[in-house]
């Protein structure tokens, strides 16, 4: 089969609810599945007993984080993306295009598997009360992280309208922090996943690389130079921030032979359409200063601390 076919197979809700392969849609293998937070960063964070709460308040143990998975899936590409992504936070810093790509592939396979995670809780409760809805979007946005992710099995070719790669992805240096310290912050409306581990705090946003169009190095100009503790956080917000505000997605002309896939943006495809008043098409919806500040209140403390620390 080809990789384009296991992501369609992959994200129906038969699979999901069938607890199938997340990434393949085949049989899941005897094993225990794949972490959705790999285990040597819950090693090196000691977070195996640390919780993490779901978008539907389900609150559950790192180390239970985990989403069905075959043992190719599993021992293949799958563990290759750990391998490098692990090798760019052991150097603490990104070096290349390369390393953009692996830990954008990494970060899109988190949040996957969050994803899948909250779907499955969704499909199988079905309660919309909760305010949690798979929609066309939700869905738009679920299969952008997948093609990210997959794109890791064979090698690719991007052609992509606003950058490299089809995401946008920042990186900064925190200067004031120690080795075992970390934040995991994630994004589900924005499809953004924000995560530093000690000195490298890397921030995500799955949007075919919307954001890098606004300027390649994110808010301030700052990815790839060295920042202060609360200063990522406050850029983490600013991006999720923006994430949220996206209108937008990107018809795609995809192909792929059995060596190779080639990923082709062709257009962007605006969701509400125009910009009132003009012929221009809506990317993102208004900045709003004062709806960001609130947001950064909310989510920050007063000594800049994620509040909660480490929230989904
Ligand atoms: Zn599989």
Request: aromatic share 10%; glycine share 8%.
């Amino acid at each position: 089969m080809k990789t384009l076919e296991f992501i369609e197979r992959a994200i129906t809700e038969q699979n999901i609810v069938d607890g199938r392969c997340f990434v393949c849609g085949g049989e899941q293998s005897s094993g225990a599945g794949e972490h959705v937070m790999p285990k040597w960063l819950l090693t090196r964070l000691s977070l195996w007993s640390s919780m993490i709460t779901l978008l539907n308040g389900t609150t559950l143990p790192y180390s239970q984080l985990k989403v069905p998975c075959c043992e190719r899936c599993n021992n293949g590409f799958l563990s290759r993306i750990e391998r490098d992504a692990q090798a760019i936070f052991a150097a603490g810093e990104l070096k290349d295009a390369n390393d953009v790509l692996v830990l954008g592939r990494w970060l899109a396979k988190i949040l996957v598997g969050l994803l899948t995670k909250e779907t499955k809780l969704y499909f199988d409760r079905r309660d919309r009360s909760k305010g949690f809805i798979v929609d066309a979007k939700f869905l738009d946005n679920f299969h952008l992280c997948h093609m990210i992710l997959q794109t890791a099995r064979k090698p690719t070719t991007f052609s992509c309208l606003h950058s490299d790669y089809p995401f946008s992805l920042y990186w900064y240096a925190v200067e004031d922090t120690e080795d075992d310290d970390f934040d995991f912050i994630t994004d589900v409306v924005g499809n953004a996943v924000a995560i530093r581990i000690g000195r490298l705090g890397v921030v995500f946003v799955a949007d075919g690389g919307l954001q890098m169009e606004a300027g390649a190095k994110g808010p301030h100009g700052l990815s790839g130079s060295k920042v202060s503790l609360r200063a990522l956080r406050e850029l983490i917000l600013q991006i999720f921030y923006k994430s949220q505000l996206r209108d937008a997605t990107h018809f795609y002309v995809n192909s792929e032979t059995p060596e190779a896939i080639n990923i082709e943006q062709v257009r962007v495809s605006p969701f509400t359409g125009m910009i009132p008043g003009t012929a221009m098409t809506q990317i993102f919806r208004p900045w709003d200063s004062e709806e960001m500040a609130a947001i950064l209140s909310g989510m920050l403390d007063e000594a800049g601390n994620f509040s909660p620390p480490s929230r989904t």
